[in-house]
């Protein structure tokens, strides 16, 4: 399994960015594809952004063209570059990690079998 650690969340202003990063450990060997998700508090987790290994990119609508999602193979590393923040992007952030064999899989929380353990973004107005 790999184990996943987020870093890069914080307090910001509407209008600022942000750039999380998620550290890959373990068996990183395999060919992994990798998302993020958020949590607003009383709400359910939601799908972000995802790359797949070959590098193959996918954003939710809330977030395409403002969200970059992007990978560092050698460094084990999953960065998402956030701009353009508003306050409904206040959420814990997850990276996540799936084989993710097909495109439709990005989706789903249900094809990722490793999860970070969170980091705060609050995006004030």
């Known amino acids: 399994q790999v184990q996943l650690v987020e870093t890069g969340g914080g307090l910001v202003q509407a209008g600022d960015s942000l750039r999380l990063s998620c550290v890959a450990s373990?068996?990183?060997?395999?060919?992994?594809?990798m998302g993020w998700f958020r949590q607003a508090p009383g709400k359910e987790r939601e799908f972000v952004a995802a790359?797949?290994?070959?590098?193959?990119?996918y954003y939710s609508d809330s977030v395409k063209g403002r969200f970059t999602i992007s990978r560092d193979n050698a460094k084990n590393t999953v960065y998402l570059q956030m701009n353009s923040l508003k306050p409904e992007d206040t959420a814990a952030y997850y990276c996540?990690?799936?084989?993710?064999?097909?495109?439709?899989?990005?989706?789903?929380?249900?094809?990722?079998?490793?999860w970070g353990q969170g980091t705060q973004v609050t995006v004030s107005s």
């Open positions: 790359i797949r290994w070959g590098g193959t990119t």
């Open positions: 996540a990690a799936g084989l993710l064999s097909f495109s439709f899989m990005v989706y789903s929380e249900v094809n990722y079998d490793s």
């Open positions: 373990g068996r990183t060997q395999s060919r992994y594809g």
